[in-house]
């Protein structure tokens, strides 16, 4: 039977590693969602959350009530996004896969990379709430209720920025592919 | 199927690429920061602050970090940083207060007599005549004569062995009338 969080925050604030490992398991994709949603790099975001749940593991004996972890946590990872986005430049070329020169290209193959490449430079043009509202809905599946637990805001608020970043996507999704990819 | 259409369902279109996108761009990095821990735990990089001297206090709008909030830290610094000076005020006013209070006038004055008279008085005089020149006078011309005079007493206090010193500078001018030729 899965442990309570307030339970497992509990026995990791005595010291217990291994309730904490539990932690990051129930809470490492929203973590990951949250720092993509200001980094829109996924080996930037894991950097970011690898920090901030080693920040949150030292500080944890500060964190007055257990319940709120989940709040906590990600203002956390919403710092250490912060930070790693002050230290590195972002490079596009980063986003891109290595592949070896002598692989022949499948047209299949070549066309999945384009559009996962098109939708994260769509992502990218979203700000950075409504991006990370987006990644907690697509990535996480969080309801409204949860996202806006998750980041302080209202289920309503995030309704609307939602919906709008549904349409904004499509639009922008829909836009005239470069030549030789077929749209999605 | 997605793992996020476990819990929303059959996605299509821009949704359902937009959950794809995101998940090859996150599922690679799952496990790295659980992994990450453990390894400083074993190694002894990961020590958690002590409860002793974590100063927390959890409030509806203390930030989610549960330090003290931007207004809390606020109103500490206020409070730490004001007491010295609100304290002094009142030392003030108190000390104010009490030179005010039942005096006519307003000024408390008290003295009372230490010694009649020093034991011992020194006192030095310095005169000199300044012929300031002829200025004309009503009935003639008048010589300006300056007599500056310095006097200077110097007593000690037999008690702390104190050196006092008065000094009074003087002048007086005399016109003396000039004969003419």
Redesign the interface.
């Known amino acids: 039977m899965a442990q309570a969080v307030e339970e497992l925050v509990s026995r990791a604030r005595g010291g217990d590693a291994d309730a904490f490992a539990e932690l990051i398991g129930r809470y490492e994709r929203s973590a990951l969602a949250v720092a993509y949603g200001l980094l829109s790099d996924g080996h930037r975001a894991g950097d970011a959350v690898q920090e901030a749940f080693l920040k949150a593991w030292q500080e944890l004996p500060r964190l007055a009530e257990p319940a709120k972890f989940g709040g906590w946590l990600l203002q956390i990872v919403r710092h250490a996004a912060v930070d790693i986005r002050r230290r590195k430049k972002s490079t596009l070329a980063a986003d891109f896969p290595d592949l070896p020169a002598n692989v022949p290209a499948v047209d299949a193959g070549l066309e999945e990379e384009e559009t996962s490449n098109r939708v994260r430079a769509a992502l990218e043009r979203l700000d950075e709430v409504t991006r990370t509202m987006v990644t907690l809905r697509y990535y996480e599946g969080l309801s409204s209720k949860e996202i806006g637990e998750a980041l302080e805001v209202s289920p309503a608020s995030v309704d609307m920025r939602l919906s709008r970043a549904r349409n904004q996507l499509k639009e922008w999704l829909g836009e005239a592919a470069p030549e030789g990819v077929k749209r999605c | 199927m997605l793992?996020?259409e476990?819990?929303?369902g059959t996605?299509e279109?821009?949704?359902r690429?937009?959950?794809?996108?995101?998940?090859?761009?996150?599922e690679?990095?799952?496990?790295?920061?659980?992994a990450?821990?453990?390894a400083?735990?074993r190694e002894g990089r990961?020590?958690?602050?002590?409860?002793a001297i974590?100063?927390?206090?959890?409030t509806k709008h203390g930030?989610?970090?549960?330090?003290l909030s931007a207004r809390e830290q606020r109103r500490a610094m206020w409070l730490w940083g004001g007491l010295p000076t609100a304290l002094a005020a009142c030392v003030a006013v108190a000390v104010g207060l009490e030179a005010f209070l039942g005096q006519p006038g307003g000024l408390r004055h008290g003295s009372r007599v230490v010694n009649a008279a020093p034991a011992a008085m020194e006192e030095n005089v310095w005169t000199r005549n300044v012929d300031s020149g002829v200025v004309p006078g009503d009935a003639g011309p008048l010589r300006v004569l300056r007599q500056q005079v310095v006097r200077q007493r110097r007593w000690v206090d037999p008690r702390d062995g104190a050196v006092y010193t008065v000094t009074e500078p003087g002048e007086q001018v005399n016109y003396q009338a000039v004969k003419p030729f």
């Not at chain 2, 690429?17 to 996150?26: C, D, E, F, R």
């Not at chain 2, 990961?46 to 409860?51: I, R």
């Open positions: 793992n996020v476990e819990k929303l996605l279109g821009p949704e690429a937009v959950a794809q996108a995101l998940a090859k761009a996150l690679p990095q799952r496990g790295r920061a659980g990450a821990f453990l400083a735990v990961a020590e958690q602050v002590s409860a974590a100063l927390t206090r959890a930030d989610r970090e549960g330090h």
